[in-house]
């Protein structure tokens, strides 16, 4: 048997989010601000996954996020898995949910919505969880997962 070697170090406090599609990794960043953190953050990209072809994972030590906050990244990452980890140890999986309504993190599809031309922050019902469409608040066009940009 081989031994199972890890491809981004242990952390010994914090979150592990699994599973991102490898092409979704600086979404993410984006939809949780990790650019504006100081805490210790490793990541991995390109990583090989029997799973789901190439995926992403970033590592947070000592951020434990709040469940409202982690489902926002079901928009560019409906499969991530969270791993809350205690001193070393797994203690809690999570699994992210697309929530029904989001606001200020992706961009109106549509180039004449008023969020497109005024500083407005962008507020969306979420119209199909499965293949992540949004209908915007403002000027009702939906934008779809193909279409969408991340702020
Ligand atoms: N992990 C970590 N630091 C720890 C413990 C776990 O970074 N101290 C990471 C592992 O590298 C893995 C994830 O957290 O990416 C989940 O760990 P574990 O549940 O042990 O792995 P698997 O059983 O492979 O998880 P999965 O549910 O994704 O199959
Ligand atoms: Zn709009």
């Given at each position: 048997m081989t031994e199972k070697k890890l491809q981004v170090s242990a952390i010994q406090n914090g979150t592990v989010i699994d599973h991102i599609p490898a092409d979704k990794l600086f979404d993410v960043i984006d939809i949780l601000g990790?650019?504006?953190?100081?805490n210790q953050i490793t990541f991995g990209t390109n990583l090989e996954s029997k799973k789901m072809g190439l995926k992403a994972i970033i590592k947070l030590s000592d951020i434990f996020f709040a469940d409202n906050e982690i489902n926002k990244i079901a928009l560019a990452a409906p499969e991530a898995k969270l791993n809350i980890v205690k001193d070393y140890q797994v203690v809690e999986k999570k699994i992210v949910e697309v929530p029904d309504s989001i606001s200020g993190i992706a961009k109106c599809g549509?180039?004449?919505?008023i969020t497109n031309h005024e500083e407005i922050i962008t507020k969306f019902q979420v119209v199909n969880k499965k293949k992540v469409a949004l209908r915007c608040h403002y000027c009702e066009k939906i934008t779809d997962s193909e279409h969408m940009e991340i702020f």
């Open positions: 990790l650019d504006k953190i100081n549509n180039p004449k919505c």
